[in-house]
C-alpha cells in the first residue's frame, strides 16, 4: 500500500540527498512565485512558504529524484492540507433543508443557486424550491425564473414585497406546505461591499436560521476576493465557499488565500455558465492548478514506485570511481523503459509536455542503441576502452547499424560518464537524479 511504498522509498541514505537550505531556497522561490502567479495573497504565499520549509529542512530524498521534485510533491501536499485535505459535503439535513447564497452582485448567486438545485434534486434525490431574494433589480428575479424553468425546479418569489426578509421566511413555509425538503435562497448583492448590503443579509441569516451560508466569489477577482470573503466572514460566520469562474485562465490561487484567511472549506467550483457547470471542491486537483507544475507529483510518485536504492548506492559507486560501463548503460535503458511510456513520461515535466505533443517519441527510440550494446562482447562492456576501430566494425554489422551510429553511441557514453564523474563528485551531486542500474 501507499504508506509502506512511502516509508520505504525515505529510508535514509546517509548524508546524501538531504534536502538542504540551498535546494530548499531555490525551490521555495519558484514555489512562491507560482503562488503569486496564481494570484494568491503575497502574504499567505509567504506564510506558506515558511511552513513547507520547516517541513522539508533535513527531510531524506529518495536518489531516483531531485530534492527539488521532492520539494514539489511537499509542496503539493501541503497545498492540499491547507486547503482542506478531503472535500466537505454540503449540509442538507433538515425539512426543509435551508441554503443562504451570499457575495457581491456578479459572483455567480443566481447561476449557482440553479446549479445547486439540479445537483442536489439529479444526485440526491431532493426538492428544491429556489427563492428570488433579490428586491432591487426585477431583472435578478426574471433570471432566477427563467433558470428555474430550465431545469425544472420551481421558483418562490413576491414581486412586489420589498422585504427580503419576509420573502425568506414566506418561501420556507410555502415550501412546508409544498413538501420541498430544500430552500435555497438567492440574494442581492453590490458592487462592492457595502452596509445596507450586510445588514440585509445579517437579517435574512437571522430569520431563517439556515444550515448552510455559502459565500459565493469570482475566482477571477484575485487579490480582491480575500478581503470580501473576510468582510463577509465577519459580519456572517459563514459555513462554506464557491470558487465560480474556474473556467476562465485563473489558476485559483484565491482558493488557498481564502482558506487561509477566513479558514472555512470550499465546497464547490463553478466552471461555466451552464446549469451543469459545476464540481465538488477536490484540494488535492486545485492544488495540481495553483502549482500549474504539470504532473510532477504522479511523476514522483512513479519514480518512488521504481526505485531501488540499494542498486542506487552501488551506481554512486561506480561512476565514483569511473566505472560506469556499457552494462550500467543498458540497464539505465531499460530501467527508463519499465517507468512507462517514454512521451508519458516526458509529458510529465513541466514545460515538457506542451513541447513534445507533436513530436513522435516512442519506446522504440532506444532500439538500435540497445541493438548495438548487445552486440558487444560482455567484455567490452564492461570494458569500454577496448572499442577499436574494427570491434567497432564487427559490432556495427552485428546490429545492423552503422559504423557512424557505434562512433555516435560511444562518443556519447563518454561524455556521459565525464559528466556523472563530475557530478557525482562535486557539489552538483545533491541536486542530480541518481539513476538505477
Ligand atoms: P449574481 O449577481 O451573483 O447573481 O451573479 P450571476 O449568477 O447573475 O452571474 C453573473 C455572470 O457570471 C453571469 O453572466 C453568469 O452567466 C456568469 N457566471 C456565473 N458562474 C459562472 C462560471 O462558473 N463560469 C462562467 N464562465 N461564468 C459564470
Ligand atoms: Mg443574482
Known amino acids: 500500500n501507499l504508506s509502506d511504498r512511502l516509508e520505504r522509498s525515505f529510508k535514509i541514505l546517509k548524508g546524501e540527498g538531504k534536502i538542504t537550505e540551498i535546494n530548499v531556497a531555490e525551490t521555495l ?29 533535513g527531510m531524506d ?52 443557486s440553479g446549479k445547486l438545485a439540479q445537483l442536489l434534486k439529479g444526485k440526491r434525490g431532493k426538492k428544491p424550491l429556489l427563492v428570488a431574494c433579490d428586491v432591487y433589480r426585477p431583472a435578478a428575479i426574471e433570471q432566477l425564473k427563467v433558470l428555474g424553468e430550465q431545469i425544472g425546479i420551481p421558483v418562490y418569489s ?13 418561501a420556507i413555509k410555502q415550501a412546508r406546505q409544498d413538501g420541498q425538503d430544500l430552500v435555497i435562497v438567492d440574494t442581492a448583492g453590490r458592487l462592492a461591499v457595502d452596509e445596507e448590503m450586510m445588514r440585509e443579509i445579517k437579517a435574512i441569516k437571522d430569520a431563517i436560521n439556515p444550515n448552510e451560508i455559502l459565500f459565493v466569489v469570482d475566482s477571477m477577482t484575485g487579490q480582491d476576493a480575500v ?23 485563473t489558476r485559483g490561487g484565491a ?18 455558465e451552464k446549469m451543469d457547470a459545476l464540481d465538488v471542491f477536490h ?42 560501463d556499457f552494462n550500467d548503460f543498458i540497464s539505465q535503458i531499460q530501467q527508463i523503459k519499465k517507468m512507462g511510456n517514454l512521451k508519458d513520461l516526458a509529458s510529465m515535466i513541466p514545460g515538457v509536455g506542451k ?44 546490429s545492423g ?10 562518443k556519447q557514453f563518454d561524455q556521459t560518464r565525464k559528466m556523472m564523474k563530475m557530478v557525482a563528485g562535486g557539489k552538483m551531486g545533491k541536486m542530480m537524479p541518481r539513476m538505477k542500474r
Open 283 to 324: 484540494p488535492a486537483r486545485m492544488a495540481d492548478r495553483i502549482l500549474g507544475m504539470g504532473d510532477i507529483v504522479s511523476l514522483v510518485e512513479r519514480a518512488q514506485e521504481q526505485y531501488d536504492e540499494e542498486e542506487a548506492k552501488r551506481l554512486q559507486k561506480k561512476i565514483a570511481k569511473n566505472q560506469f
Open 61 to 112: 530524498v529518495l536518489t531516483a529524484v531531485k530534492p527539488s521534485q521532492l520539494m514539489v510533491k511537499i509542496v503539493h501536499d501541503e497545498l492540499a492540507l491547507l486547503m482542506g485535505g478531503d472535500s466537505v459535503d454540503v449540509n442538507i439535513t433538515g425539512s426543509p433543508a435551508v441554503i443562504l447564497m451570499s457575495g457581491l452582485q456578479g459572483s455567480g448567486k443566481t447561476t449557482f
Open 158 to 170: 413576491e414581486p412586489d414585497c420589498k422585504n427580503p426578509v419576509q420573502i425568506a421566511q414566506n
Open 355 to 398: 513541447a513534445i505533443k507533436d513530436i513522435d517519441i516512442d519506446d522504440n527510440a532506444f532500439k538500435s542503441v540497445e541493438a548495438i550494446i548487445y552486440s558487444m562482447t560482455p567484455k567490452e562492456r564492461s570494458n569500454p576502452e577496448l572499442l577499436n576501430g574494427s570491434r567497432r566494425q564487427r559490432i556495427a554489422k552485428g
Open 29 to 57: 522561490k519558484d514555489v512562491r512565485k507560482a503562488l503569486l502567479d496564481a494570484d494568491v495573497n503575497y502574504k499567505v504565499a509567504k506564510q506558506f512558504t515558511d511552513t513547507v520549509k520547516a517541513k522539508a529542512l
Open 255 to 272: 482558493a488557498l488565500s481564502i482558506r487561509t484567511v477566513v479558514n472555512k472549506p470550499i465546497k464547490f467550483v463553478g466552471t461555466g
Open 401 to 410: 547499424t552503422s559504423i557512424q551510429e557505434v562512433n555516435r553511441l560511444i
Open 227 to 249: 478581503n470580501t470573503a473576510k468582510e463577509f466572514n465577519d459580519r456572517l460566520d459563514f459555513t462554506g465557499v464557491v470558487l465560480t469562474k474556474l473556467d476562465g485562465d
